[in-house]
């Protein structure tokens, strides 16, 4: 058995390409060619399998690979579905990633009757989530026929083929441009890392650990700034206090100047405009606002 840690990755898209993202930014040096299926990570031991979305849960849930970096869409979609069938699926989540977040929600005719989860009783509802809706639709005790798509489903309504459509939206432009408005949403999503729980060979386990390491830097730095100013030392209390979500900051006395201070902190907060005003208003000067691309703890 490989002691190169496998991840299933899907293969083209905006997923995808944040995906490929979020590697490289965690070092990983590897290239993706064409209609290949498989991507060696050059400096780890790791192999990336590029595969459809809705094959990664199975991938992970077989063993195939040890992870997978999929839609929680997607990974809930194929939950629901191995339930039908009566077959336990063992994944979980391992960290929510951050980037490609959407929303699947139920849209109707802008002007039309259905306007709320209530008006959706005998309607018919196009998806390509038969599993998430009809879990949805249970819990709710709405009772509606669910017609299953693979795709194009904002033409449902148009063309008769259901009343209502339950789809995965992000600006909301394509609902717009059929006519059609959001009235509910069923399912926040985002990219996740999931994992089946087997226990993983010790040298399996130590890559695996690096890299989670890794991933959990390059999201804890998306969110963070670090902020470096200079200001009068009887204000450095309050000055603290208006920075967001900081530890305590780095003190450092400045040269000839015994009344001033330069202070630097990593805040894991926004720092808004309004932030900098705050901080210029308690005495700050000379600040500087600079991104983190890497975070180690």
């Not at 809705?54 to 992970?60: E, K, L, R, S, Y």
């Not at 849930?61 to 929680?72: H, N, P, Q, R, T």
């Amino acid at each position: 058995m490989t002691d190169r840690l496998r991840i299933a990755v899907q293969k083209k898209g905006r997923l995808a390409d944040e995906s490929f993202a979020m590697l490289k930014k965690c070092g990983l040096n590897f290239s993706v060619r064409g209609d290949g299926l498989l991507a060696r990570v050059k400096n780890m031991p790791i192999d990336l399998l590029l595969v459809r979305d809705d094959d990664i849960p199975n991938f992970v849930a077989s063993g195939a690979c040890d992870f997978g970096l999929v839609g929680e869409n997607v990974f809930a979609e194929e939950v629901l579905a191995s339930q039908k069938i009566e077959k336990d699926m063992d994944i979980e989540i391992v960290r929510r990633l951050g980037f490609s977040r959407c929303r699947l929600c139920l849209a109707a005719d802008e002007d039309g009757s259905i306007q709320s989860p209530k008006d959706l009783n005998g309607t018919k509802i196009a998806t390509s989530y038969p599993g998430v809706l009809g879990a949805y639709l249970k819990d709710k005790a709405i009772k509606a026929a669910i017609v299953e798509m693979k795709g194009a489903v904002e033409l449902a309504p148009r063309i008769d083929i259901a009343d209502a459509i339950c789809d995965l939206v992000s600006s909301g432009a394509t609902l717009e441009a059929n006519g059609l408005a959001p009235f509910a949403t069923i399912l926040e999503s985002e990219a996740v890392m999931i994992g089946s729980g087997r226990k993983l060979g010790p040298n399996k386990q130590a890559i695996y650990d690096r890299l989670l390491s890794r991933i959990d830097g390059v999201i804890r730095s998306k969110d963070s700034k670090y902020i470096m100013l200079n200001a009068p030392r009887e204000q450095v209390e309050a000055i603290t206090k208006i920075l967001p979500g900081s530890d305590a900051p780095t003190i450092i006395p400045l040269s000839g100047n015994e009344d001033l201070v330069a202070l630097q902190a990593v805040c894991t907060e926004n720092v808004f405009w309004q932030t900098l005003e705050d901080l210029k208003a308690a005495g700050a000067r000379a600040i500087l606002v600079l991104p983190i691309e890497k975070m180690m703890n």
